[in-house]
């Protein structure tokens, strides 16, 4: 039979390793810029992901059928981290009035969404867990923009703060998956199902 990953298109494959790609951007960003606004960025980021964590695995909802995740799909991380950057970088686009850029500012929600809704074709998600995610994600977005940061951490506008929270970063791209997964599979097989949005975690 011949294997269908070598028929996958290119945004197939854009798709599945999106994490990756908007993880080591943001990394290289805040390592290559000297940015308060984009150290608040990611680390608004950082935040929005890990509530989106223990949101979903307090709703503990589980993803469809054959998928090959364990952890709980309500809401999608991935739609949440995609349009909680759509809708920050949006907003700081459209802030700078630079009418050049205003198109940049429209396509990157409509890039989250086709991002996100791969999670769904794929059998990742369901649509539900998606539109919740983006919805989560952009909304934490528009508050988090709104925050006086700059006012109530003074650090963030430093370079060891970005640096620092560059290698929090990378941390949590090889780090974060892997412990999670060790973490469902030590529980007991019912705390596993639990955890796992009510299947089975083998």
Same mark, same amino acid.
């Given at each position: 039979m011949e294997d269908t990953r070598s028929r996958r298109s290119w945004p197939d494959f854009f798709y599945e390793h999106i994490k990756?790609?908007? $993880?080591a951007a943001a990394m290289a960003t805040l390592v290559a810029r000297n940015d308060t606004v984009c150290?608040?960025?990611?680390?608004?980021?950082?935040?929005?992901?890990?509530?989106?964590k223990v949101l979903k695995h307090t709703i503990a909802q589980a993803r469809p059928t054959g998928a090959p995740l364990v952890d709980p799909g309500m809401p999608s991380s991935h739609a949440s981290s995609l349009f909680y950057f759509a809708t920050f970088i949006a907003i700081a686009l459209?802030? $700078?009035?630079?009418?050049?850029?205003?198109a940049a500012a429209a396509a990157l929600p409509a890039l989250a969404f086709s991002a996100s809704w791969y999670r769904v074709r794929s059998g990742l998600h369901t649509a539900a867990q998606v539109v919740v995610g983006a919805l989560v994600g952009a909304a934490f977005a528009i508050a988090w923009w709104r925050m006086p940061l700059e006012d109530s951490i003074p650090q963030i506008r430093g370079r060891g703060f970005a640096?620092?929270?560059a290698a929090f970063v990378l941390v949590g791209m090889v780090g974060y998956d892997p412990l999670e997964r060790r973490a469902i599979g030590a529980l007991s097989p019912e705390r596993q199902k639990r955890a796992s949005g009510g299947r089975p975690s083998g």
């Open positions: 990756w790609i908007v $993880s150290t608040i960025c990611v680390l608004g980021a950082v935040v929005n992901a890990l509530s989106t459209r802030e $700078s009035y630079d009418k050049r850029l205003l640096l620092g929270l």
